[in-house]
């Protein structure tokens, strides 16, 4: 892919000059879903799909970008002086609200730049391909204008920053974090309440990571998810009346169940239960998995779509349908939804010799009930974002 883009920009913006290549990977959540702006713990990974970038800078303030993914839309223009969210510049807002964040925070982009993108994660999937470009902008931006002192969680808080003021989506850092400090066949243990982290070996023993993908559209910022946080919110608010905690993933399950009475809404207290709850499963999934007892890591996450179904309200019958006749099938270990719900992916442990079967049964189940087909993708742990040419 990198040299058939290569030629793509060649052909788009002419071949002089210092041409370089960039690649951002997609990531997905293996526990701990709407936990990361509840100061709890997540355990994500980054995957060796992603997305790929040419980039070369230019001379005055033009900024050019081209996406093989969005190839109807052309070539969109812009300039250093128009950092500004537009509807109508599509998928751009991405990456130009990452310049913008930069600026914002006194790295001051000085000249322009070509940028054409191609990515192989697939959109509106759930395993975070804003994330991705968001982060492969960073990692440019860093690398073309040699801003000194900015570490990779800098550039994930950098890209989280874009996307909850640039572009409205209120998201936690987990998916940008994911993605700028990935690591080959490791997830990243992380809380979020202090960015803490260690990286956890994935041992599969026989098994491999499968996504499926609901192919149900979705808009992130349209969807429920804001929505979900203020009630999150709202919980804590009352909580905070009664015991002094800073986030609901400070508490553990006994004491939710102490204190649970004081959240007024009883839609609040749902929204509440899962944070706490699942934070926990989180850390209980990663003890799991060092002492290599990878059937109870199956079984939290299991547990772990049952609260999203149940108490978050976020699965939809996409997901759930993929999951049920998931937890249905031979070689299955464990299943969930992944990313914000309301569409997007499934996240499912299979063993090697059931994958085959596990893709024609779950998929022909999904396509009778639901009308459409799902696509699967067995996917494996790789890096995060960085220069590759």
């Not at 926990?280 to 939290?300: H, N, P, S, W």
């Amino acid at each position: 892919m990198q040299q058939k883009l290569l030629e793509k920009f060649q052909e788009l913006f002419g071949g002089e000059g210092d041409i370089r290549s960039y690649f951002s990977p997609g990531r997905v959540n293996l526990i701990g879903e709407h936990t990361d702006y509840n100061g709890g713990h997540v355990f994500p990974c980054a995957l060796t799909i992603g997305t790929y970038g040419i980039a070369r800078k230019r001379e005055d303030r033009k900024i050019r970008f081209y996406s093989e993914n969005f190839s109807r839309l052309g070539v969109f223009e812009t300039s250093l002086d128009d950092l500004v969210y537009h509807e109508e510049a599509n998928w751009t807002n991405y990456p130009k609200g990452v310049v913008w964040a930069f600026k914002e925070k006194g790295y001051v982009v000085d000249t322009g730049f070509d940028l054409v993108m191609n990515g192989n994660i697939p959109n509106g999937s759930g395993l975070s391909s804003s994330a991705s470009v968001e982060l492969l902008m960073g990692v440019i931006l860093v690398d073309l204008f040699g801003f000194e002192g900015l570490s990779m969680i800098d550039l994930a808080l950098l890209g989280q920053y874009a996307e909850n003021k640039f572009n409205g989506m209120n998201c936690g850092i987990m998916d940008q974090f994911a993605i700028a400090m990935g690591k080959e066949n490791q997830a990243i243990f992380l809380d979020t309440a202090d960015l803490s982290y260690e990286y956890a070996p994935i041992e599969m023993k026989g098994a491999k990571i499968v996504i499926a993908a609901s192919n149900k559209k979705r808009k992130l910022t349209d969807s429920k998810y804001n929505e979900r946080r203020a009630e999150c919110e709202e919980a804590l608010a009352d909580i905070q009346k009664q015991m002094d905690i800073k986030a609901l993933g400070d508490l553990t399950e006994e004491q939710f169940e102490e204190v649970k009475d004081a959240v007024k809404n009883p839609v609040c207290r749902k929204r509440a239960k899962h944070a706490v709850y699942e934070n926990q499963r989180t850390i209980k999934a990663v003890a799991a998995l060092k002492a290599g007892d990878l059937e109870t890591f199956g079984k939290l996450m299991n547990a772990s779509h049952v609260s999203l179904r149940d108490d978050y309200e976020v699965t939809g019958k996409e997901l759930d349908t993929l999951v049920e006749a998931a937890w249905k099938q031979e070689g299955v270990v464990g299943s969930r939804m992944t990313g914000a719900g309301f569409g997007g992916c499934t996240v499912s442990i299979v063993k090697e010799e059931a994958i085959d079967e596990f893709i024609k049964h779950v998929g022909e189940i999904y396509e009778k009930e639901i009308g459409y087909a799902a696509d699967f993708y067995v996917v494996e742990i790789g890096d995060g974002s960085r220069r590759i040419g």
